[in-house]
Each structure stands twice: as structure tokens, then as C-alpha cells.
């Protein structure tokens, strides 16, 4: 079993950044491709962005490209991803998502492994 666990979540102001991480214990390899979903109050869960095992390949939502950066450290089993100019319809609480298939199967939602998420809060 693998476990993911986020963290990094908390309360900003309109046009702050947040960081989230994402730690990855367990039987690990690094070439989970990986990602980010998020799931606000009322909405389904939607897909924010992925990132390809080698890092060399990522997709983004439409909603968050320029805005959000999603990287990796293959060595610390970590990804990442980097928030800046964060807007109030960005609230929802953020998972982190691993697969052992292709990067399609996390841009798709169906990925193998999920954590448990972190509360991201914009707000003024």
C-alpha cells in the first residue's frame, strides 16, 4: 500500500500564494505519474493538474494554467505544487493523487492512490 499525505494548505488572502506538498511512504516508486484534484463545498471533485514520472510532462487545468505549478522530486518522493495569484473559487480542499498506469489515468480521475487532503481557504 502507498500512502500520500498533502500538506502545505491553510488561509491566504486573494492573489496569495500557497505551496502544497505531497509525501509518499509506503512501497514508493518514482515513476508514479502524479497529481492534484480538488473538491469544493456543493461541486464535484475536479482535476487541477499532473505531472509525468520523469517530470518532463505536465497538464493543467484551464482554470489554473499560468497561475499553478506542479512539480516533483523523484528523490524525496515528493510533488508539489505551487499556487500564486489564488482567487476565492480556488477554496476547496486539495488532494493529492498517484498512479501506477499513464499520466492520462490522473488527468482522467482515476488514478490508484489518493491522500487524505488539505483545507485550501481564500478569502479576504
Known amino acids: 500500500q502507498v500512502q500520500l499525505v498533502e500538506s502545505g494548505g491553510g488561509l491566504v488572502q486573494p492573489g496569495g500564494s500557497l505551496r502544497l506538498s505531497c509525501a509518499a511512504s509506503?512501497?514508493?516508486?518514482?515513476?508514479?505519474?502524479m497529481g492534484w484534484f480538488r473538491q469544493a463545498p456543493g461541486k464535484e471533485r475536479e482535476f487541477v493538474a499532473a505531472?509525468?514520472?520523469?517530470?518532463?510532462?505536465?497538464r493543467y487545468a484551464d482554470s489554473v494554467k499560468g497561475r499553478f505549478t506542479i512539480s516533483r522530486d523523484n528523490a524525496k518522493n515528493t510533488e508539489y505544487l505551487q499556487m500564486n495569484s489564488l482567487k476565492p473559487e480556488d477554496t476547496a480542499v486539495y488532494y493529492c493523487?498517484?498512479?501506477?498506469?499513464?499520466?492520462?489515468?490522473?488527468?482522467?480521475?482515476?488514478?490508484?492512490?489518493w491522500g487524505q487532503g488539505t483545507q485550501v481557504t481564500v478569502s479576504s
Open positions: 493523487a498517484a498512479s501506477t498506469g499513464s499520466l492520462i489515468t490522473v488527468v482522467a480521475g482515476t488514478p490508484d492512490y
Open positions: 505531472i509525468s514520472w520523469g517530470g518532463t510532462s505536465t
Open positions: 509506503g512501497r514508493t516508486f518514482s515513476s508514479y505519474p
